[in-house]
């Protein structure tokens, strides 16, 4: 009798053992009916994995994260763990296919629009926590522990916005804001911000499309124009075409609306880099006066002078053109070249002040030996570097270095050794990855020793 009982004993470990190195045990229910109904029996929290069988995150996950040996201790004793399949192919077996009923639902209820997300919830079916996208070890178990936690409380941040987007209908103004105020804030992230955005964005362009002349008395409103490239059949356009001087002066910003205009005709009329300027020229002027013929044409030819291996052209030009135009072309340049994006996620202001750091750093200061163009490209980046310190914007130690660097560069050693601090106080305030805040001090140790050397190509 001892030894059955011992062999059953060692039975149920060896099945416990092999579970936790096989993986989080993922149940099976009929319906999601069947989920909350043995939550309730079994008095346990429920961690749902949505994913789709095209999603990369999802099955890196699987494979790396979900067969870890701790992870899977430490679901497989504290959950009732549940995967749901949240798209649909021919393959698929017959129990996928019988939860297709619930996909949608689960959608909604819990606001399910980008994959992987993981849920926890508690035995009634409510959110405890949620987290998103791919998490190593470590950090899964952290959100799964916090879901534990009594006191611990959830807060959907997102929850107020997509209530707006329920009763968008009087309420697209406080849409526009709201998308608006997320892009701005840096700080204030959250797993479905990217989605979330998304969404506000694509309502709020689409209502502005069929109402432009808010465009005349919202600024919000041309803000979130500026982050949308529209084309010139667009009623948008043709508003803010006829009023230019009135945007400009409602955002604050001289020739904002000049660049929505220019891009939007370079969209028209620049299909592929062969087209022949003259003719273009001939054309915009006819619609659109020589003003804008001339800087379409301008911009066509810094674009047709970036080359990888020869960069004093575009150098020059590039620093021409921001200088004549405004900062807003410099990001403007750097999009068309593929080197930069640009999306209604994007602020443009924060764009523009991007470009010119990308430019001075990756271009002008490591490619150019000409002194002029250097302290062109410091009065270029100044305003950004300043605006940055004011704003506390992210980038802020990355912008500061990039101005010592160029100081550097002209000679003005202690100049270029007060930013480079200014770049390390600010990442060690930001509390930036270790290897960022030695990067930087290193940067300021060289600079400090006379020993600062750079990747340089300089006129022998």
């Given at each position: 009798m001892k030894d059955i009982k011992l062999l059953a004993i060692l039975l149920c470990l060896t099945i416990k053992v092999y579970s936790q190195s096989s993986g989080i045990v993922f149940r099976n229910f009929d319906n999601w009916?069947?989920?909350?109904?043995?939550?309730?029996?079994?008095?346990?929290p429920v961690f749902v994995d949505f994913?789709?069988?095209w999603c990369a995150p999802c099955k890196m996950m699987e494979r790396d994260v979900f067969t870890d040996r701790e992870v899977a201790l430490f679901f497989n004793t504290n959950f009732i763990c549940i995967k749901v399949q949240m798209d649909r192919n021919r393959n698929?077996?017959?129990h996928i296919k019988n939860w297709y009923k619930e996909i949608h639902p689960l959608e909604i209820e819990y606001n399910i629009n980008g994959y992987p997300t993981y849920l926890y919830l508690s035995s009634e079916g409510k959110i405890v926590n949620r987290v998103s996208g791919y998490l190593n070890a470590k950090?899964?178990?952290?959100?799964?522990?916090?879901?534990?936690?009594?006191?611990?409380?959830?807060?959907?941040?997102?929850?107020?916005?997509y209530n707006l987007l329920l009763n968008a209908n009087g309420n697209e103004l406080e849409i526009i804001k709201s998308v608006n105020k997320l892009v701005f804030d840096d700080d204030n992230f959250f797993d479905e911000k990217?989605?979330?955005?998304?969404?506000l964005n694509k309502y709020a362009f689409d209502f502005l499309k069929k109402n432009p002349s808010t465009i005349l008395s919202n600024k919000e409103a041309i803000k979130l124009v500026g982050r949308n490239i529209i084309s010139v059949e667009d009623s948008l356009f043709k508003v803010i075409y006829a009023n230019q001087k009135e945007i400009d002066r409602l955002i604050g910003i001289e020739n904002f609306s000049r660049l929505i205009i220019d891009r939007s005709i370079r969209k028209k009329y620049f299909t592929n880099t062969h087209n022949n300027l003259d003719s273009i020229a001939i054309l915009i002027q006819d619609k659109y006066g020589i003003g804008y013929a001339t800087s379409a044409i301008e911009l066509q030819k810094v674009l047709l002078s970036y080359s990888p291996k020869s960069s004093e052209t575009f150098i020059n030009e590039y620093l021409n053109i921001s200088e004549k135009y405004g900062v807003f072309y410099?990001?403007?340049?750097?999009?068309?070249?593929?080197?930069?994006?640009?999306?209604?996620?994007?602020?443009?202001?924060?764009?523009?002040?991007?470009?010119?750091?990308?430019?001075?750093e990756r271009y002008l200061f490591p490619l150019s030996?000409?002194?002029?163009?250097?302290?062109?490209?410091?009065?270029?980046?100044?305003?950004?570097?300043?605006?940055?310190?004011?704003k506390n914007f992210w980038w802020l130690s990355d912008c500061a270095e990039t101005f010592a660097h160029l100081h550097y560069a002209v000679g003005?050693?202690?100049?270029?050794?007060?930013?480079?601090?200014?770049?390390?106080?600010?990442?060690?305030?930001?509390?930036?990855?270790?290897?960022?805040?030695?990067?930087?001090?290193?940067?300021?140790?060289?600079?400090?020793?006379?020993?600062?050397?750079?990747?340089i190509r300089r006129k022998q």
């Open positions: 009916e069947a989920v909350i109904k043995t939550a309730n029996i079994e008095k346990k994913y789709t069988t698929d077996n017959s950090d899964l178990i952290k959100t799964g522990s916090e879901a534990l936690q009594p006191g611990f409380k959830y807060i959907d941040k997102s929850k107020k916005y990217s989605t979330l955005i998304d969404t410099s990001q403007l340049i750097l999009q068309e070249l593929k080197l930069f994006s640009l999306s209604g996620q994007d602020d443009l202001q924060k764009l523009s002040c991007l470009a010119i750091d990308l430019f001075c030996s000409d002194e002029k163009q250097l302290k062109r490209g410091i009065n270029l980046l100044q305003p950004v570097v300043e605006d940055a310190f004011l003005n050693r202690s100049l270029a050794i007060e930013y480079q601090k200014k770049a390390l106080e600010f990442s060690k305030l930001r509390k930036d990855p270790i290897e960022l805040i030695e990067f930087y001090k290193n940067g300021l140790h060289e600079m400090l020793t006379a020993t600062f050397s750079w990747p």
